[in-house]
């Protein structure tokens, strides 16, 4: 990875590994190295040798996350939540099997367009080196935990407000459908989709109001809303997740859509899907009587999220193998109803 140059002010670094290390931290020197970031927000894993009062020498590597003010299309808000919700209570709702990376210092700048979070480093599997059995057990863990909050309703949830609207799904879909680019393609003689993958995105959208009003009939959750295998990090068989800027309320089963089609383990996306969306389901209703729910439509969900995303991605993307990719998940998200 690339090594870059950051501006780290001395005393923040000393009290984020004295919060690190539960111990005074008198000096410490650090490297940097980026790990992701863009135009609006920059992560870097922050490593050295720290010292404490007593002349103890402490390795440390440590995350600094600093994001700008930007905004999101229906969600204008979201650019500060992750500083909104650290500084909440919300972490004390997580368990040791399913949490956040714990912070150890937050603070946003004077003119409240930037804030910088000093975050735990979790090293773990991530990405599309999670196995089934990692996914599976994402999938009952995300289930107990919004089953949780959903039985118990802990006052932190009324105290949020900074969430993204529990109708970012719905808005983001018809957002989508109205832009004739991605419309008019998978109606016109140049699509190179099969057949039935278009006919599955026009059926969808001839019966989308249908559908959203069943899926509206849902239980209402408290959704992570990025909860794709990047955002995970599995370590001895506990689940930590990243990237909380676009959490809200939604619906039940709706992270599970990201989980399973976000530039997914494509090969193994049906298989996934069956074994998720029951994990899920068994984990939620260790706390909540599911038996009402007559169908999940996690499915649904699936095309509703990533339907007239992929074939964007597809658009726009000049990669072959990419365009191909995009092309399988459409055709994997079709195998899923008919498996």
Known sequence: MEEIEIIIRFETLIYALSQRFKKDIISADYETMRLQGGTVGNVYLVTGNAETVVGEKLPYRIVLKAQKKWERYGD??????EYDLYTSDLGATFSDAFRWPTC???????????????????DGVSGLDLTGDMYEQAALELGRYQGKLYAEQPAVLQSLTNLSNKDLMKNTYFHYRSWPVVYDYIRSEDCQFPQHVRQMLVDFDEHAEEILAR?????????????????????DEKIAIIDWDTTGWGYLGEDLASLIADEADINHMVEYYQRCVPAYYKGFSEYVDVSPITDHYVHEMIILGFGYRLVEWYLYTEDDEAKMNHVHTLEKIYEMKTS
């Open 76 to 81: 204008p808000g979201s650019w500060r939540r």
């Open 215 to 235: 899926i509206e009939k849902l239980p209402i959750v408290l959704c992570h809303r990025d909860f794709w295998v990047t955002n995970l990090i599995y370590t």
């Open 104 to 122: 150890y210092h937050a603070e946003i700048n004077s003119e409240g367009n930037e804030f910088q979070l000093w975050l735990e480093y979790i």
